[in-house]
């Protein structure tokens, strides 16, 4: 069974920039998480979609993030200006449903630097 | 809302030696509760998880947690370490609204 996909794995941008990241989850998973790692802290989750429809955003910043699930699958997020303290890694997973006892699948993140 | 905290940060420990990450957590409501394990440079894996039941899970990779009610923890042991056991280890609580908290993760060092 193929894992959760991410690209790219690594990206550099100067603040006020823009950038985008991708992911593929695991086949069948309904489920589809965004979360942010900084630097020496856990996890945080950004946004939850269950199909391709928002389950939670409430710890995304709307101003600058954004993210999409067309037709359920696939998801982006973008940032766009990015600020200096949003590098972090940025991690996607997925699950077969959304219930809080479902197993979270992960993929190897994208690490993002802004200078 | 939810809340997980990792005690140590990082935690040292010599090959074949018996280890015990702790994690507690707090919850107003019944929680579910996960480890997961990230090697550098990859994402995070689950080593066990508690739903109900026994209080004692057991996992991959020998790992093992205790679940216990009355001390909110969910500590993490593993009585012979080995060098590839070097990783951060996350506790992760999931209960109102099913969102995943995660603790700040402690770094396991394994030395020869």
């Known amino acids: 069974e193929a894992g959760v996909a991410q690209s790219p794995r690594y990206k550099i941008i100067e603040k006020r920039q823009s950038v985008a990241f991708w992911c593929n989850p695991i086949s069948g998973h309904a489920t589809l998480y965004w979360y942010q790692q900084i630097l020496g802290q856990g996890p945080k989750l950004l946004i939850q979609f269950q199909n391709n429809g928002v389950v939670d955003d409430s710890q995304l910043p709307k101003d600058r993030f954004s993210a999409e699930r067309l037709k359920g699958v696939d998801s982006t997020l973008k940032i766009q200006p990015a600020k200096l303290e949003d590098s972090a890694v940025y991690l996607c997973a997925s699950s077969l449903t959304s219930g809080g006892d479902n197993e979270q699948f992960f993929g190897p993140g994208t690490r993002l630097t802004v200078l | ?112």
């Not at chain 2, 998880?49 to 093992?64: A, D, P, Q, R």
């Open chain 2, 1 to 112: 809302a939810q809340s997980v905290t990792q005690l140590d940060s990082q935690v040292p420990v010599f090959e074949e030696a018996p280890v015990e990450l702790r994690c507690n957590y707090s919850s107003s409501v019944s929680v579910y509760l996960f480890w997961y394990v990230q090697y550098p440079n990859q994402g995070l894996q689950l080593l066990l998880k508690y739903l109900s039941g026994s209080t004692l899970v057991k996992g991959i990779n020998g790992f093992e947690a205790e679940f216990n009610k009355s001390q909110t923890s969910f500590h993490l042991r593993k009585p012979s370490v080995h060098i590839s056991d070097t990783a951060e280890y996350f506790c992760a609580v999931s209960g109102d609204g099913n969102k995943l908290v995660f603790g700040a993760g402690t770094i396991l060092r394994v030395k020869s």
